[in-house]
């Protein structure tokens, strides 16, 4: 998986779903919070190596996957976060 690659996409994808007239909820919100930090975090490991870090990347990218798919729940349906979803299962 290139994660750097990954990164610019999620990154991508934050700008859209900050810039959006989605459905303004307190849950939306927080989702979109979530997604944010877990963005951050991937970022962070990939920024610190792979050796450097206690995080696995696999796993974070696994947690953002699980909040966009709760995220696409509550946007509306031409979004579509869940086809982004579907091309960011990790290989390694």
């Keep these: ?5 990954l990164i610019k996409n999620l990154e991508a994808l934050n700008d859209s779903l900050k810039s959006s007239q989605i459905r303004e909820s307190s849950d939306f919100k927080e989702c979109l919070e979530r997604f944010q930090a ?3 975090d991937l970022i962070g490991v990939f920024e610190s190596g792979s050796g450097e870090s206690k995080i696995d990347p696999k796993t974070v990218v696994l947690e953002l996957k699980d909040i966009l798919e709760e995220i696409d729940t509550l946007t509306s349906h031409d979004s579509q976060v869940l086809d982004f979803v579907k091309d960011i299962v990790p290989t390694k």
Excluded: F, H, R, S
């Design 38 to 40: 877990k963005l951050a």
């Design 1 to 5: 998986m290139d994660i750097k690659a």
